[in-house]
């Protein structure tokens, strides 16, 4: 065999080989290559979004945490002022109240003095009534008049 006809034979062998690599193998490489590339870009493009999207909403919830906390605060002192309210409207009431029951006391206090010295009256309207018929039923003696006088008195 002749060196050269070998040398040339794979050199044709290999420029065939080229060829055919780059005409049928090298293009599905090349497309899966830049495909893969593609991928690996919009993965890292949708990683890069993802980390300004959690940035956003992690500033977004730490609003909204700081907005609820200034409702719950807001909510929490108008329940105060509310319940100081209703103690200072309960105080109100009750004092309104007990000045009710004071002075419906002091009418009934009034009545009951009212009812004792009508009754004292009418007793001692009795008692005098009584003693004038004593002293009208006995004769007519100032002793007796006098004894009598007396034990009225001691009845009274």
């Not at 690599?21 to 870009?41: D, S």
């Not at 200034?70 to 329940?79: L, P, V």
Request: aromatic share 6%.
């Amino acid at each position: 065999m002749n060196i050269n006809f070998t040398l040339i034979s794979q050199a044709m062998a290999f420029a065939i080989f080229i060829w055919f690599t780059v005409k049928f193998v090298w293009p599905p490489l090349m497309r899966a290559i830049e495909n893969r590339q593609k991928t690996i870009a919009e993965g890292l493009a949708a990683g890069e979004r993802g980390k300004r999207e959690l940035e956003l909403a992690s500033h977004r919830s730490a609003d909204a945490v700081r907005e609820a906390k200034e409702r719950a605060t807001d909510i929490i002192a108008q329940a105060e002022r509310r319940a100081a309210e209703i103690v200072e409207e309960a105080k109100v009431a009750a004092k309104d109240e007990g000045s009710r029951i004071l002075v419906g006391a002091k009418a009934e206090v009034e009545q009951e003095v009212f009812r004792a010295r009508e009754t004292l009256r009418q007793h001692v309207a009795d008692l005098a009534l009584a003693g004038a018929t004593k002293i009208l039923r006995r004769e007519v003696d100032a002793k007796a008049h006098a004894d009598l006088l007396a034990s009225i008195k001691s009845e009274l």
